[in-house]
């Protein structure tokens, strides 16, 4: 599972290290003989970098779903912004800057492990974020019912 919390430097390249313990995980769980990632625009204004084999997967449903005009659209949104990328031999990845202005990164960022998937956020965007989001947890009866 990708896990953890964090706070990170990308250089004026758009070249980010991914931490070792996160790198090991994906070697380990997700594509021992493959290093490809798919960083894309994903919710909240932040990056989605998936493993290239959860991509798959979600490739797969995303071909299930229905040709109408509102799914259409939801694919190209989902798709478009879909950049293929390698880990280098430092274990970086190139961030395009479209998708860096897309998430208001520059320099400064916090990676967050989503279990399958990571995210990648802006600092500001982020703190924000987690300021406005703990006291919906403790009213949510789906989340109350899970035994953590």
Known sequence: ???GQYRL???DKGRLSIPSALRHTLHEHYAPHDSHLV???FFENCLAI???PVWLEIQSQLLELPN???YRAFVRHFCG???LCSLDRQGRILVSATL???AGIDSEVV???MMKKMELWSPARWDAYEANTDTQFDTNVQLMGLRL
């Open 81 to 83: 912004s879909a950049n």
């Open 68 to 70: 109408d005009p509102s």
């Open 50 to 52: 998936y493993p290239q």
């Open 111 to 113: 990676l967050i492990g």
């Open 9 to 11: 430097s990308m250089d």
């Open 100 to 102: 860096r202005q897309y």
């Open 39 to 41: 960083v894309m625009k």
């Open 1 to 3: 599972m990708l896990l």
